[in-house]
């Protein structure tokens, strides 16, 4: 069984960085589709960035200000989060998939909030 633990998020100013990490265990990160997602209080969740068939597919919200990368070696993911708006304010979410061909929605991290000051 695949878990995923997130860790990084914080409280940062608009136009701030943040970088998150999940860290895998159970599993290879190589061979799982990986994804973020987020939540925001009231709303559904929402992707921001998934990975898998072989291509990387953002948000319109968050494209070209968010970057997803991973460390094999490692087995962690990571989101590094720039220019920073108050409406990126969510819990965001690791998750993978058990195949790189599919959708990363098998396992779910427990989240790691992040809170964007005006």
């Known amino acids: 069984q ?5 860790s990084g998020g914080g409280l940062v100013q608009a136009g701030g960085s943040l ?13 799982y589709s990986l994804g973020w997602f987020r939540q925001a ?13 072989g291509w ?10 968010f970057t997803i990368s991973r460390d094999i070696a490692k087995n962690a993911l990571y989101l590094q989060m720039n220019s920073l708006k108050p409406e990126d304010t969510a819990v965001y979410y690791c998750a993978a998939g058990r195949s790189r061909s599919s959708y990363p929605n098998d396992y779910w991290g427990q989240g790691t909030q992040v809170t964007v000051s005006s």
Not at 19 to 31: D, E, N, V
Not at 41 to 53: A, N
């Open 2 to 6: 695949v878990q995923l633990v997130e």
């Open 41 to 53: 209080p009231g709303k559904e969740r929402e992707f921001v960035v998934r990975w898998y068939g």
């Open 56 to 65: 990387i597919t953002y948000a319109d919200s968050v494209k070209g200000r």
């Open 19 to 31: 970088r998150l990490s999940c860290a895998a265990s159970g599993g290879t990160f190589s061979t």
